[in-house]
């Protein structure tokens, strides 16, 4: 929409600030919304009209009084539009459609043997296009599509280098706007994970926090002063290709003992050809570790030791207040935590770990779907087109 001068770019940034608090803080009033802004009641109650012309928000009655006439209250309204979250594993992917508050109204699975780029990508479109199908009627349908991807992508939506699934330079968003013509993010998927726990878990509360990502690699996102930290370039978090072992063995990445080599669930799963002497997923070692089967109990504390040894380097090096452990191990919190916590106090320095929660995921693996969720949902609020009235 073309600027016609300075008045109306200022309503616009008004309107943004009175859109921000009813989403944030709603069931608010129009006086309290005067109240923290600063703005006249005049001019929030006309933004707020025009909000609720455009469907983005809506009165539910009146609230309490604090002395004069009960306020009327307003509540955003959440399924005026809908977004998609995508996360594209190594060997599956999960994408979910939710409202523009994030929550979760469908959810939509298909496993992949990465056997091209073609065949992955022609399934992330499939999983697209399902939730599409499955939306329900709203007035401003899907308002954006966001995908967290296991490697390095730049600010146009390129995934330059992804090793888990030997991707390099794939135009993703290009692909999947020109497929869909609805705006489309792509980003790590720790950063989305790490997002999702900030906005939807454990770490609500947290100004400082470090979620690590456990599935075929590791990775992680790094949220300091309430910002997610992408680096000087925005390729911050690729902790999981931190050497724990300078002459270890080679990593896809390039490097020499890597973390993810002693960590993740491809460690696990090679680990455990190797001494149960047949392959086996990690549903059925989850299985086999509840049945009490010692091997696979062993298995999973090794596993443990080394997912310490480079937690605690987290810890020593960036001092956060929380960290959070999810991705597909996640699951086997059972068997991780006591062995994780023997490592952590044995190792990290003192003082770094006297505030420090270390939790696994509440929210499953649902982290990196929540999170690329609300990074479609941001940039729809950080577009011009909230400003403007429906038609």
């Not at 329900?136 to 599509?145: A, C, K, L, R, T």
């Not at 454990?202 to 590791?218: E, F, H, P, R």
């Not at 724990?244 to 799963?269: M, N, T, V």
């Not at 086996?280 to 109990?297: F, I, N, Q, T, Y």
Request: some cysteine; overall charge negative; glycine content about 12%.
């Amino acid at each position: 929409m073309k600027q016609t001068g300075d008045l109306n770019l200022v309503k616009k940034i008004n309107k943004s600030i009175v859109l921000h608090h009813i989403r944030s803080d709603s069931p608010i009033s129009r006086a309290r919304i005067a109240e923290i802004t600063g703005l006249t009641k005049a001019t929030v109650s006309s933004l707020v009209n025009e909000l609720i012309e455009s469907s983005l928000a809506h009165e539910i009655g009146a609230g309490e009084s604090s002395g004069g006439r009960k306020p009327m209250m307003l509540l955003f309204n959440g399924t005026a539009g809908y977004a998609i979250g995508v996360d594209l594993g190594v060997h599956d992917i999960l994408a979910v459609l939710t409202d523009l508050t994030g929550k979760v109204v469908e959810e939509y699975r298909v496993q992949h043997d990465n056997a091209s780029v073609e065949q992955v990508v022609g399934l992330l479109k499939a999983s697209i296009r399902e939730l599409i199908r499955r939306a329900p009627d709203s007035v401003y349908g899907i308002i954006g599509i966001g995908i967290g991807v296991p490697g390095i992508c730049d600010e146009n939506g390129n995934l330059l280098f992804a090793p888990n699934l030997g991707w390099e330079n794939v135009p993703l968003q290009q692909q999947v706007e020109e497929e869909f013509d609805i705006p489309v993010v792509i980003d790590n998927e720790a950063n989305a994970g790490a997002v999702g726990e900030k906005q939807f878990g454990a770490g609500k509360d947290t100004a400082n926090l470090v979620y690590v990502s456990i599935g075929i690699g590791i990775g992680a996102g790094i949220i300091i002063k309430g910002e997610l930290y992408r680096g000087a370039t925005g390729f911050s978090g690729e902790i999981g290709h931190i050497s724990i072992q300078h002459d270890g063995p080679k990593c896809r990445c390039g490097s020499l003992g890597c973390w993810e080599l002693y960590a993740s669930e491809h460690a696990l799963l090679e680990k455990a050809r190797i001494e149960l002497g047949e392959s086996a997923d990690l549903e059925s070692l989850l299985r086999m570790a509840d049945a009490g089967e010692p091997a696979v109990s062993r298995l999973f504390e090794r596993l443990s030791y080394y997912l310490g040894v480079g937690v605690v380097n987290i810890i020593n090096g960036y001092n956060p207040d929380f960290i959070i452990l999810g991705g597909r191990l996640a699951r086997a919190e059972k068997w991780l935590m006591q062995p994780l916590q023997t490592v952590l106090e044995k190792r990290s320095l003192p003082h770094p770990r006297e505030q420090l929660n270390v939790e696994f995921s509440s929210l499953g693996d649902r982290s990196t779907v929540l999170g690329a969720s609300s990074f479609a949902i941001a940039k729809f609020f950080a577009s011009t087109r909230v400003s403007v009235e429906h038609n």
